[in-house]
């Protein structure tokens, strides 16, 4: 039995904007069901890396393979239908201010849905997603009458509309405050562990990495610094590691501390 290609691996990828490195060969790997958290620094190119695993950027060299196929190298309607295998949630949220965030789902899972079966993108389902994350009220609303909150989840929901087989976070916390931060990341966690999808989010926030999961990847100038559990990133000798997790180190001996 053939194994299934894996949603997406970079081999040696590279990829700069003028002066400014975004990845310097980096290799790596994501499974079939695997959840992970992509940690960087602000203006680090985390954005740019998740475009690069979509194919919507291309590497300059090596390759970036979406489930064994090279963007590259295929025709356009290969390309379309490896996309359709695929939610991002943009930081901006990507959707359309003239549509009700029914119909912004709706075309969005009409879109990826075409020729592949177990989406429900009828009016029931996209209203049970929308209560799932608390948006049952907002359903006909524009994105305009959304608070910011409220627009991450429209978009967390508008990723996940047509269950796809990888789903692509881009700092789903970013700009808001500490409690929706929470409410935020809370639903994620909850919406992950009842989906078999391949899931990548990025942030530059410890804390919201690993409370979406333990399996961290912490970039630096585009390389992999350090992967693993955050115990692992503690113990790691690189002084850079360390730097960038003295901030969790702070959050651990508050929550020890009770505060």
Known sequence: MAKAPLPVELRGATLSFGPKVILDGMDLAVRPGAKLSLLGENSSGKSSILKVMVGLVRPESGQAL????????????????????????????A??????????????????????????VSAKGILGLLERVGLGHAAKLRPSELSGGMRKRAALARALIAE????????????????????IINLLRELSEKREAAMILATSDVDVARRFSPDLILIKKGRVAARGTVADLLASPDPYVSNYLSRFKRVDRALNAGD
């Open 95 to 120: 959707m359309f201010d003239s549509m009700t965030v029914t119909e912004n789902l709706l075309l969005a899972g009409i879109e990826r849905s075409r020729g592949r079966p177990g989406a429900d």
């Open 164 to 183: 796809p087989e990888l789903a692509l976070f881009d700092e789903p916390t970013a700009g808001l405050d500490p409690v929706t931060a929470s409410l």
């Open 66 to 93: 979406l489930f064994g196929r090279d963007p590259r190298k295929v025709s356009r309607q290969e390309l379309d239908r490896l996309r359709r295998r695929v939610g991002m949630q943009f930081q901006s949220g």
